[in-house]
């Protein structure tokens, strides 16, 4: 029997000795007790052996059991040793493993976090999440479980699975930002429970998570992005329960692991504290403050794919637009195939690039790029309309001198010469029609005979008639001839064909939009690269 029997035994048979002395007037000098080695006690008066002779059979009962046993723990085997340390009489799984500070308060539970990542995968940018595979490890120091006293001898630590933890206290952890998660394993899931002799006790899951990344894209594809994994205390907040990192390689990679669209740079951990009340309820308690671990991956994005597959079949096909410049504008049918064919190509490649990246409400880098590129394209095809429009022209353009100047103020305000000089004779016409007019109502025609003249030449008649009229129309064609005189446009130095103005126009093209672009790519690069 144990010592606790035994004491338990001798509290019981005293008790009964003294109500059988009191009760039967026994001299209590004469009373004998014997404990039997049973677990009975035996009471016999000395003075008279035959009369008195009772025994109490104390053996113990269902109802007062007791703890089993740890000694000589060292030679029990880890089931059953763990067996008696978690039994109901010591260990409560509900309760933590709390312990009492030198105030009288109790202590929270430290609990140490580790992660090792194998895979991380996955980031998809439509669906703004990724996949990430590793190690995750939680240490804790559970006093109840220590057997250093008990199995001084026993220095390997006892390990088990999905058993052992059942009979553990083990604290609930979550992922805050998980879409899913699951826990590894081929025949049985790999979590693993190691339990060291000072009671430290660590735990050892292999998972897999489906995790939201909030990415920006507001440089895409020149983008970086910053994934964040979240562990959170389920349900005892900070005054039970607080998450720390562990202090040596908190968060480590696979030194094979490989990514397909991002290079990783970094890392980045953190350890705080998040309030739940009312308004967010994101634990189970609901509310109070919460205990919160959470690492960062830094990743940039691999450009190769984007600049062979889209920056530089872009280039080409702006560029493949410009060779209308170098075709006659009456060649319709070819530079309109061409304006439209290398527009259709530049939208069917943008689209096919927008298609993977997530609808966002802001302007990305990419989308800049192919909006100013289909500009490009598209201003090919109005040049080309312009200039055709000049070619179909029928009037030469008067100009002052062949400069740039002249020459586009005269495309856009034509000064046509032909038409105002015919402008200036019908005028010139319509005055003197109403003059004439004027004068065979308001003047009086003389007519005079003269008489008839014989000369050396023979006879004639000279018959002449003099209208005052006459005189003031000459006045007025003449004064009408000095107006038109002022009227008439300013001298020309030169003349252009509507044909000389649309191929000036083209071989301007030729020079104006590559130059432009090249700028456009000068300011491009540099906000991407510098900003």
Not at 499 to 513: G, T
């Amino acid at each position: 029997m144990t010592q606790r029997k035994v004491d338990i035994l001798v509290s019981l048979g005293l008790i009964c000795w003294l109500r059988l002395a009191t009760a039967s007037a026994l001299d209590l000098r004469h009373l004998q007790m014997n404990l039997a080695g049973n677990g009975s006690i035996m009471l016999a008066s000395s003075s008279n052996p035959d009369a008195y002779n009772i025994t109490v059979n104390l053996t113990e009962s269902p109802s007062l059991s007791t703890c089993p046993s740890l000694a000589n723990a060292d030679s029990l085997t880890q089931t059953e040793l763990i067996a008696r340390l978690t039994d109901s009489c010591r260990y409560d799984r509900l309760e933590p493993p709390t312990t009492l500070s030198d105030s009288g308060d109790s202590d929270p539970v430290d609990v140490y976090a580790r992660f090792y990542i194998y895979v991380l995968k996955n980031l998809d940018s439509s669906d703004l999440q990724f996949m990430v595979q590793g190690l995750l490890q939680f240490r804790y120091v559970d006093p109840r479980l220590a057997f250093t006293n008990y199995a001084p001898s026993r220095k390997q630590p006892v390990m088990g699975q999905a058993i052992l933890r059942q009979s553990l206290w083990v604290p609930h952890i979550f992922l805050a930002n998980e879409q899913s998660s699951t826990v590894l394993g081929t025949n049985e899931k790999d979590m693993l429970t190691t339990i060291y002799p000072d009671g430290t006790v660590l735990i050892s899951t292999r998972i897999q998570a489906t995790l939201y990344c909030w990415m920006n894209f507001q440089k895409f594809p020149f983008d970086e992005q910053k994934c964040t994994t979240i562990l959170e205390s389920w349900m005892y907040n900070t005054s039970v329960l607080q998450l720390h990192w562990e202090v040596t390689n908190p968060v480590s990679f696979d030194s094979q692991l490989q990514l397909t669209e991002y290079n990783l740079i970094g890392s980045l951990y953190n350890e705080s504290i998040v309030v739940s009340d009312e308004f967010s309820m994101s634990h189970g308690a609901l509310e109070g403050n919460y205990s919160t671990l959470s690492f960062t991956v830094l990743l940039t994005r691999e450009v190769g794919y984007y600049v062979i597959d889209y920056f530089l079949p872009s280039i080409m096909i702006v560029t493949i637009s410009w060779v209308t410049f170098w075709l006659q504008a009456d060649q319709t049918p070819a530079r309109t195939t061409l304006g439209c064919t290398t527009l259709l190509s530049f939208i069917t490649l943008s689209l096919s690039q927008e298609n993977n990246l997530s609808k966002v409400s802001y302007v990305t880098m990419s989308e800049v790029w192919f909006l100013v590129c289909t500009i490009f394209i598209f201003g090919s095809l109005v040049e080309f309309a312009f200039v055709n429009t000049i070619w179909r022209r029928n009037n030469n353009l008067e100009l002052k001198k062949r400069t740039t100047k002249y020459i586009v103020k005269s495309t856009f305000v034509p000064n046509l010469k032909r038409n105002r000089r015919g402008y200036n004779r019908s005028q010139s016409t319509m005055s003197t029609t109403s003059m004439d007019k004027g004068c065979s109502a308001n003047n009086t025609v003389i007519t005079i005979e003269t008489p008839i003249i014989i000369g050396n030449g023979g006879l004639s008649r000279e018959n002449s008639s003099v209208s005052l009229a006459e005189s003031e129309m000459g006045s007025a064609s003449t004064a009408n001839l000095t107006d038109s005189e002022k009227e008439k446009p300013a001298q020309t130095f030169a003349t252009m064909t509507p044909k000389e103005v649309s191929l000036w126009i083209d071989r301007k093209m030729r020079f104006v939009f590559p130059l432009a672009f090249i700028l456009f790519n000068a300011l491009f690069w540099t906000l991407v690269y510098c900003l």
